[in-house]
C-alpha cells in the first residue's frame, strides 16, 4: 500500500485566526519549527522514496506556502510524489498554476472569513478548478461563525465546488467543542455536513460507542504524522507512539507491520484499524 504522510511543515502563518489550535500559542509554536534548508528535506525524501516508492504528502501546518522556498521544494518533490495542501489560499495562485502538475496535486483551501477576502478566495479557487487541480473547501465551525455558513456553502456548491465542514475543536465561552455543539448550533451545521460524506465522518465519529480494548491499526506502517519539529508519529492522537525523527534519524523507516493501538478511545475517522477496511480505504486510496 502506497505511504501516506501529513506533515505540519512549519507553525508560522500569515493569519491569526481566533479558532487556530494555534491561537495565544504563536509563541510556543516557533520554538518547534526547523528550517534546516531545502538541500536537506530533498536529502531527506529522496532516502524516504528510494526505499517506499512514490508516497502521498499531505502539507499543512500553519501556513506551508509561508515556508521558505517553498515552492521549488514541492516543484521537485512532485516529480516523485503525489502532494496535498491544507493552506489559506494566499498564495500566488496563477504562479502555482504555471508550476505544478494537477494530476500530481489536490488542494484543500479552507475559507477564513476573519482574514480572507470572499470574491479573492473564491476566484482563485476556481482558477485552479479550471486549471483541472483538485479543490474542496473547508471550513471551520466556530460558532460565531454559524450563522454565515449556509449562504457559505450555497455560494461554493453552486459552482460546483464541495463544501466541507469541519468540527471547531477548542474552547468558546468557557464550553470545549466539538462536544458542546447545543442543538441550535447543530441545526445550523447538520444541512452543510450532509453535503459531503468526510463532513458527517468528522462530525460523528467521536460520537459513537468505543470499545475500550487495543486494536491492531496500520497507521505507522503506512501513515506517518510529521511535526514541524520534524518528529513522526503513528498518527495525530495524542499519546500515539513516536516512530522517530526525520532529521535526527539517518535511517529512518515506518513500523514493518500493524500495531495495537495506543489510544483505546480513539475517535479519529480516518484510523487505519485491521478489519475496518471498509470505512476508511477509501479516503487513503
Not at 509563541?27 to 519549527?33: C, H, L, M, P, S
Not at 473547508?138 to 457559505?152: C, E, G, I, Q, R
Request: proline fraction near 5%; hydrophobic fraction near 35%.
Amino acid at each position: 500500500m502506497k505511504k501516506f504522510w501529513n506533515w505540519d511543515i512549519h507553525y508560522e502563518c500569515n493569519y491569526r485566526c481566533t479558532y487556530c489550535f494555534l491561537a495565544g500559542k504563536w509563541d510556543q509554536g516557533a520554538k518547534e519549527n526547523r528550517y534546516p534548508g531545502i538541500k536537506k528535506w530533498l536529502d531527506v525524501w529522496g532516502k524516504i522514496f528510494k526505499k517506499y516508492g512514490e508516497c502521498h504528502i499531505h502539507f499543512s501546518g500553519g501556513e506551508p506556502f509561508t515556508y521558505p522556498d517553498f515552492f521549488d521544494f514541492i516543484v521537485y518533490l512532485s516529480g516523485m510524489s503525489t502532494l496535498e495542501f491544507s493552506t489559506n489560499l494566499s498564495f500566488d495562485v496563477d504562479y502555482f498554476i504555471r508550476k505544478l502538475d494537477p494530476g500530481k496535486v489536490r488542494l484543500n483551501p479552507s475559507y477564513h472569513p476573519e482574514f480572507a477576502d470572499f470574491d479573492r478566495f473564491l476566484k482563485d479557487a476556481l482558477l485552479l478548478i479550471d486549471a483541472n487541480f483538485p479543490v474542496s473547501v473547508s471550513f471551520v465551525a466556530y460558532p460565531p461563525h454559524l450563522k454565515m455558513m449556509n449562504d457559505l456553502r450555497r455560494e461554493f456548491t453552486k459552482k460546483n465546488i464541495t463544501f466541507i465542514v469541519q468540527p471547531f475543536r477548542g474552547e468558546f465561552e468557557h464550553r470545549v467543542y466539538p462536544d458542546a455543539y447545543t442543538e441550535s448550533e447543530k441545526g445550523l451545521i447538520d444541512p452543510c455536513k450532509k453535503d459531503t460524506p468526510s463532513s458527517e465522518t468528522m462530525f460523528d465519529h467521536h460520537l459513537k460507542e468505543k470499545s475500550g480494548t487495543a486494536r491492531l491499526c496500520r497507521m505507522g506502517e503506512t501513515y506517518g504524522k510529521i511535526y514541524a519539529c520534524a518528529d513522526v508519529y503513528r498518527c495525530c492522537s495524542t499519546g500515539s507512539k513516536k516512530i522517530g525523527n526525520l532529521l535526527d534519524d539517518a535511517d529512518f523507516k515506518l513500523l514493518d507491520s500493524p500495531e495495537p493501538c495506543q489510544i483505546k478511545d480513539c475517535a479519529c475517522w480516518k484510523s487505519m484499524l485491521v478489519g475496518e477496511e471498509d470505512r476508511w480505504s477509501a479516503h487513503w486510496r
